[in-house]
């Protein structure tokens, strides 16, 4: 009995949802024909009122029209659209607010076209980001380096100062050339280091970008 209950019940909800479905199909279809039948009424005339308020008629929209204002007449002289008259003065007040939006829509095309997605662009940030690191260890690596050899070099001249000899040529050159390999070193890796938060700024920036216009 009690699965036989639960069969009805399935069968009726089965059957209001159909109904329903017929119900939403015929205002639908019901719309479409009207829309069909009576589509928007197209512009036949253009009429503006000149500085006397005289209208003035024509099948076209010339400078004039730009310059009152105009409205849109269907067949039956009945007004379908009103546009405003030209404002010179807030046009040009607004000439660099159109050129920045139009900059920004084309700076937004060249990231699309460039990465695509947001996803992307996360990807391509990580491995760059990971290819600096390794070159920052690979320099720190080498300064390190240097820096022993240099402790090294110290203790050859610590020898000869305590002999009162004079210092071989040879180690003068390793000294200086070991000093100037550090100071190379030290200003590669803050360049490195410059690079890395400039590529990560500039990649968040990117991805930000990219996910607002997703």
């Given at each position: 009995?009690?699965?036989?209950?639960?069969?009805?019940?399935?069968?009726?909800?089965?059957?209001?949802?159909?109904?329903?479905f017929?119900?939403?199909?015929?205002?639908?279809?019901?719309?479409?024909?009207?829309?069909?039948?009576?589509?928007?009424?197209?512009?036949?005339?253009?009429?503006?009122?000149?500085?006397?308020?005289?209208?003035?008629?024509?099948?076209?929209?010339?400078?004039?029209?730009?310059?009152h204002?105009?409205?849109?007449?269907?067949?039956?002289?009945?007004v379908?659209?009103?546009?405003?008259?030209?404002?010179?003065?807030?046009?040009?007040?607004?000439?660099p607010?159109?050129?920045?939006?139009?900059?920004?829509?084309?700076?937004?095309?060249?990231?699309?076209?460039?990465?695509?997605?947001?996803q992307?662009?996360?990807?391509?940030?990580?491995?760059?980001?990971?290819?600096?690191?390794?070159?920052?260890?690979?320099?720190?690596?080498?300064?390190?380096?240097?820096?022993?050899?240099?402790?090294?070099?110290?203790?050859?001249?610590?020898?000869?100062?305590?002999?009162?000899?004079?210092?071989?040529?040879?180690?003068?050159?390793?000294?200086?050339?070991?000093?100037?390999?550090?100071?190379?070193?030290?200003?590669?890796i803050?360049?490195?280091q410059?690079?890395?938060?400039?590529?990560?700024?500039?990649?968040?920036?990117?991805?930000?970008?990219?996910?607002?216009?997703?």
């Open positions: 009995m009690q699965s036989q209950f639960k069969y009805k019940l399935a069968f009726i909800a089965q059957k209001k949802m159909t109904i329903r017929i119900f939403l199909s015929f205002i639908i279809f019901h719309a479409a024909s009207a829309f069909a039948e009576n589509p928007p009424p197209k512009a036949t005339w253009y009429r503006y009122y000149d500085s006397k308020g005289v209208a003035n008629i024509s099948t076209n929209v010339t400078p004039n029209h730009i310059r204002g105009y409205e849109a007449l269907d067949q039956n002289m009945r379908i659209k009103r546009n405003r008259a030209f404002n010179s003065e807030l046009d040009i007040k607004q000439a607010l159109r050129a920045a939006h139009a900059q920004k829509q084309a700076a937004d095309l060249k990231l699309k076209k460039a990465y695509g997605s947001s992307v662009a996360i990807t391509k940030r990580n491995d760059l980001l990971v290819s600096i690191k390794k070159q920052i260890a690979f320099q720190q690596d080498q300064l390190k380096q240097l820096q022993t050899d240099r402790i090294y070099f110290k203790r050859q001249q610590i020898e000869h100062l305590r002999k009162a000899e004079a210092l071989p040529s040879s180690l003068k050159n390793n000294l200086e050339n070991n000093q100037k390999n550090i100071e190379a070193k030290k200003e590669m803050q360049s490195l410059i690079h890395y938060r400039n590529t990560q700024a500039e990649y968040d920036n990117i991805i930000a970008r990219l996910k607002a216009i997703e």
